[in-house]
T-cell receptor
C-alpha cells in the first residue's frame, strides 16, 4: 500500500490554542485527502476533506492546508477545545480505490 | 452520504472459532471495504468487496482467513476464521461514494476479543 506519513504521533494543546497535524504522501495520483476524527469506541467520522485543485479549505474551526508540490497537507484546529480530544487520521486515495490512512495523532486538549 | 449498520458491535470469542460480521448500508453502493484496526493502531485495508465479483485482498490478508461475501449492493459480510488472540481488533466496514476521489463512510466497527 502506498504510504501516508502522519506526524506527530501525539499532541497536547491548551484550551484555546491551535492544533496542527501534518501528513505527507507519495502517490501523485492521489486526488482526495480527508481527515477523520475518532473517539474511543467509535468508528472514524469524516471531519473535512480537500481535493488538489485548492490550497486551503476551512470549515468552522477546522482548516486543511494543501501543498501539492511538496505532497503535504495539514489539519489546523483553531481555538482547540477539550471536546476535540480524539485521534485524528489523515488519508488519501485516487478515484475508485480505498483510502490509505496515516498512523494517527492522539490529540489531548487540556482545560 | 451513507449510513452503515454493523453487527455485532462487539464479541468475545474462543480461539479456533469463527465470527461473521455483517455490514448493512442504507443505500446501494458499488464499493465496500473492510478494514482492521488493531489496538492503538491505524486502519489497515483488508479487502475491497464489489458486488458480483470476488473480493480483492491486500497483501498479508488471505481469503481462507477472511472470507467475504457481497450478495447485493447494500450488504456484505466478513468472516474471521480460525481465530487466535492476534485477531483481536476492531473490524470496520466502509463504503465508497463516487465523486472526484472516493468519499468513505464507516460503520461503528466490531470490537473483537479472542481469548
Amino acid at each position: 500500500q502506498q504510504q501516508v506519513k502522519q506526524s506527530p504521533q501525539s499532541l497536547i494543546v491548551q484550551k484555546g490554542g491551535i492544533s496542527i497535524i501534518n501528513c505527507a504522501y507519495e502517490n501523485t495520483a492521489f486526488d482526495y485527502f480527508p481527515w477523520y476524527q475518532q473517539f474511543p469506541g467509535k468508528g472514524p467520522a469524516l471531519l473535512i476533506a480537500i481535493r488538489p485543485d485548492v490550497s486551503e479549505k476551512k470549515e468552522g474551526r477546522f482548516t486543511i492546508s494543501f501543498n501539492k508540490s511538496a505532497k503535504q497537507f495539514s489539519l489546523h484546529i483553531m481555538d482547540s477545545q477539550p471536546g476535540d480530544s480524539a485521534t485524528y487520521f489523515c488519508a488519501a486515495n485516487q478515484a475508485g480505490t480505498a483510502l490509505i490512512f496515516g498512523k494517527g495523532t492522539t490529540l489531548s486538549v487540556s482545560s | 452520504s451513507a449510513v452503515i449498520s454493523q453487527k455485532p458491535s462487539r464479541d468475545i470469542c474462543q480461539r479456533g472459532t469463527s465470527l461473521t460480521i455483517q455490514c448493512q448500508v442504507d443505500s446501494q453502493v458499488t464499493m465496500m471495504f473492510w478494514y482492521r484496526q488493531q489496538p492503538g493502531q491505524s486502519l489497515t485495508l483488508i479487502a475491497t468487496a464489489n458486488q458480483g465479483s470476488e473480493a480483492t485482498y491486500e497483501s498479508g490478508f488471505v481469503i481462507d482467513k477472511f472470507p467475504i461475501s457481497r450478495p447485493n449492493l447494500t450488504f456484505s459480510t466478513l468472516t474471521v476464521s480460525n481465530m487466535s488472540p492476534e485477531d483481536s481488533s476492531i473490524y470496520l466496514c466502509s463504503v465508497g461514494v463516487w465523486g472526484a476521489g472516493t468519499e468513505a463512510f464507516f460503520g461503528q466497527g466490531t470490537r473483537l476479543t479472542v481469548v
